[in-house]
């Protein structure tokens, strides 16, 4: 890949955004040099084909980044969210067991993981902000940043200044998924809350970035809309990325849908095979980038996967506030048309996609990979990669300060 020139950093201010460049994209079909390549990629092959881009995708893997694989887990703080989504769990009308944990409850979550080796930690949460506001994660990110050294965050979008208040807590990652790049498809599916303004969540990584996130990912959902739709729109969105956002590193997700509370059923499905090839075309073409791999895949799958173009990994995770340790189980509640109504004998029984016990709060989606983060870790071992727990410390900035 042709290594993009560095460009001063008042040059981000006045850069267009992606929504410019996705606009021109889907109305005039324009496509870089690289862009070809990538469509070219995921376009259908033969095995002997798929093979070989196996190989040198799981070669060019090795010679950016190593023996590697990085380490993280999730911590849900809450399951609130005035967003209607219909292919979410978390969404506003499922009538879910609800709770948003309180900071020490967050503290005991995280020290639960530490205790298992993590030392990266994504938070996430639904988007309500009388439940999650940004002080509320600040607080979070404050209590984390001693014992964590790598703090991302998974949450509703926010402004730029919010965002350095973010960094300032202890924040060095940000995460947000696009879901679908089909603007029509993407109005059908968001039919309430804030997370209905498409263009507002595509510009968030480059909020995110003026903010002064390190580390950002993007994603797409496979299986809302033909997956060669939505994964070349995202290789555009990360080729413009790098472009424009040069000093933050950048990791991809292609998480595909698992079954959720509420009944929506997917109208395009991704096969193992294409994932395969979709995972092999982003890293022959985006050599740099880190590509994460969640416990939304089953265990056999995810472990062909490993060497093949992936470097960071969830282990052991749970998607429902308090899955680790049970904190926030005794504030079980639901929430009906944006308020808190308690629970009692006739409303126990709550939609769940049955992945948790009914006196548990609901989970975002299902999980496949249900291996503790030691056996994970154990079989990355025995195909001759290294497991990274750490590899940041917030010293190192304090280092290069007193050099500077």
């Known amino acids: 890949m042709t290594i993009c020139p560095l460009k001063p950093r008042g040059y981000v201010g006045q850069r267009m955004s992606f929504v410019e460049e996705l606009n021109k994209l889907d109305q005039t079909g324009h496509r870089s040099a690289l862009l070809r390549q990538f469509e070219q990629l995921i376009e259908p092959v033969s095995p002997r084909c798929l093979e070989e881009m196996a190989m040198e995708s799981a070669g060019v ?17 809450s399951n609130e969210c005035i967003n209607n989504c219909s292919y979410c769990g978390f969404s506003r009308d499922n009538p879910i067991l609800r709770t948003t944990l309180t900071v020490t409850q967050v503290v005991a979550e995280a020290r639960h993981l530490s205790s298992r080796g993590f ?6 949460a639904g988007e ?3 439940f999650v506001s940004d002080g509320y994660m600040e607080e979070c990110l404050n209590a984390l940043r001693e014992e964590i050294p790598t703090l991302a965050i998974e949450i509703g979008p926010m402004e730029e200044d919010e965002y350095s208040r973010m960094v300032n807590a202890g924040c060095e990652g940000l995460v947000v998924y696009q879901e679908t790049y089909h603007r029509e498809k993407y109005a059908e599916l968001h039919t309430a809350g804030p997370k209905k303004n498409f263009d507002w969540r595509l510009v968030c990584p480059e909020r995110g970035y003026d903010g002064g996130f390190r580390r950002m990912g993007i994603g797409a959902l496979m299986g809302l809309v033909d997956w060669r739709y939505d994964a ?6 990360l080729e413009y990325l790098f472009k ?4 933050s590193s950048f990791t991809i997700s292609l998480p595909r849908l698992r079954p959720a509370a509420g009944s929506f059923q997917p109208d395009h499905e991704i096969s ?8 092999c075309a982003f890293r022959i073409c985006f050599p740099q980038v880190g590509i994460v791999l969640s416990t939304r895949e089953p265990a056999a799958l995810r472990d062909s996967l490993f060497p093949l173009g992936i470097t960071s990994i969830s282990a052991g995770s749970h998607t429902a506030p308090g899955g680790y340790t049970g904190e926030g189980a005794d504030d079980l509640h639901l929430t009906v048309r944006g308020r808190r109504v308690e629970l009692d004998e006739t409303n126990t029984k709550p939609c769940s996609s049955g992945s948790e016990k009914s006196t548990d709060a609901t989970g975002q989606f299902d999980i496949a990979d249900e291996r503790s983060p030691e056996e994970i870790a154990d079989f990355l071992r025995g195909i001759g990669l290294e497991p990274v727990w750490k590899d940041w410390d917030s010293s190192i900035l304090l280092n290069q300060s007193a050099l500077a």
């Not at 030392?119 to 996430?124: E, S, W």
């Not at 070349?232 to 969105?237: D, G, I, M, T």
């Not at 424009?244 to 000093?247: A, E, F, S």
């Open 232 to 237: 070349l729109r995202l290789a555009a969105h």
């Open 272 to 279: 193992d095979r294409d994932f395969v090839q979709l995972i």
């Open 128 to 130: 309500h902000p009388k």
């Open 61 to 77: 893997t090795r010679q950016h980044f190593g023996q590697t694989m990085r380490m993280f887990a999730p911590i849900y703080l």
């Open 244 to 247: 424009t956002c040069w000093k």
């Open 119 to 124: 030392r990266n930690i994504l938070l996430v």
